[in-house]
């Protein structure tokens, strides 16, 4: 990659570091003010702390990874694009060129679906378990810890309880949080909104009330209820 990327006039290599020589990837990362960043999956989730200097310094990142291979959420909440080993010239240039601008960069983009590229969204879809996303669902929609018990057939201790996992799952700290990061990741919305739809219909036990397609809407719905 090195030697395709030396190639452009446009773009400096600061710094080439051996994938197994960690400590020198973390000097790297720490000490040079790079506007993109090419690292591997597996060594992320080894060294999670990399993050946070590459964080700091708004540096894009670009992860190196496989079809087999899923960036965790921590991981994805970070990166600005995904490469594979053997992505051709073109794309790789077209990568570092649109991440460096401080845009996203997702493969074969025109092709591929544009809800694709919610990655954090899919990580925490596949994260939580049914009766989360139904939760998730629920509070998206400003419906009170009451009521999603009564949907539910469970106490209200309960769905408390799942909710503050949500929290630590989504990494948020409070329910319009919640309802606002479900909102922005269309992914999760229509999992949490399918769940508690089928929920709802099954129970037939309370009145559906529409589910907030955007954050001001998000917002509003829960003014409304706050009021109520």
Do not use: W
Request: with cysteine.
């Amino acid at each position: 990659m090195a030697s395709i990327l030396s190639l452009e006039k446009d773009v400096q290599i600061v710094a080439q570091c051996d994938e197994h020589d960690h400590a020198a990837v973390r000097v790297a990362v720490e000490t040079l003010r790079a506007s993109t960043a090419i690292i591997s999956l597996p060594i992320l989730h080894k060294h999670p702390y990399l993050l946070s200097p590459l964080k700091e310094t708004s540096t894009g990142l670009i992860v190196v990874t496989s079809a087999d291979r899923k960036p965790s959420i921590e991981v994805a909440r970070q990166l600005r694009g995904t490469i594979s080993r053997d992505i051709s010239s073109e794309e790789l240039v077209a990568c570092v060129r649109h991440v460096s601008r401080g845009h996203h960069y997702v493969p074969n983009a025109a092709d591929a679906a544009p809800v694709e590229s919610d990655l954090v969204g899919i990580c925490v879809r596949n994260r939580l378990t049914r009766r989360e996303l139904q939760v998730v669902g629920f509070i998206a929609r400003a419906y009170k810890n009451k009521q999603i018990a009564d949907c539910l057939g469970t106490k209200e201790q309960v769905v408390k309880n799942y909710t503050r996992n949500l929290f630590v799952k989504c990494g948020v700290s409070n329910r319009l949080a919640l309802a606002l990061f479900t909102s922005t990741h269309p992914i999760l919305a229509e999992a949490g909104e399918r769940a508690s739809t089928l929920l709802i219909k099954a129970r037939s036990a309370h009145l559906l009330v529409k589910f907030p397609k955007s954050s001001s809407e998000t917002t509003e719905a829960y003014s409304s209820a706050a009021s109520a």
